[in-house]
């Protein structure tokens, strides 16, 4: 699938140093302060490039156009979610416990509840880094930056697969279909 080139596959969360922990935290704060046009603006790129990852959303499967979605409640709901759900990764870049518990309910609530495909967390990282720098343009040029966000992105990626293979994704998938 394309739209994934930027997010490593297999990057374990010993890769983030201090640097990274303080490059992402610095960069994350106006991010968050615009939480919700943010994350509307990155769901609206990834169904808008990758319509097949609306199926998942029962009030939005339908739709085509990209304003009509930007009204849907459940779009921004998962916005918030998802922008909720990063800023306690965020948070807690140095506390491996939190992070784990953060990673597993996540993978767990994808896989058995929602039955997303794991490709689609690949996917949706390399959309948040491509529209994060293009929204902050200021604070997500530098290399230095993109560097450190696209090891976090990889962690989160790589830890959904652990959990999805954990739960036993391979038979879920195969009864999801
Ligand atoms: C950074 C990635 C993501 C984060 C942080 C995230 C976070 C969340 C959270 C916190 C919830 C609500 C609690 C729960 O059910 O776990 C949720 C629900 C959900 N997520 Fe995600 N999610 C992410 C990616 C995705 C992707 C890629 C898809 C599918 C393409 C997806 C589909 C769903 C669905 C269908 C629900 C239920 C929606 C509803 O009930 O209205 N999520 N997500």
Redesign the pocket.
Known sequence: MEGDGRVELTLSPETITEDDVCVIQDTWRPVYENRENAGVAVLIRFFGNFPS?KK????FRDMQDPEEMRQSV?LK??AL??M???NSMVENLRDADKLNTIFK??GK??AL??K?DPV??K???GV?LEVLVEAFPQSFSPASVQGAWSKLMGV?YWQMNKVYAEVGWESIKNSAK
């Open positions: 990852a998942y959303f029962s009030q459940q709901k998962h979610r998802v909720t759900t990063l309910q996540m609530s994808h509840r929602h997303v689609y967390f996917i949706l990282a948040i989160l």
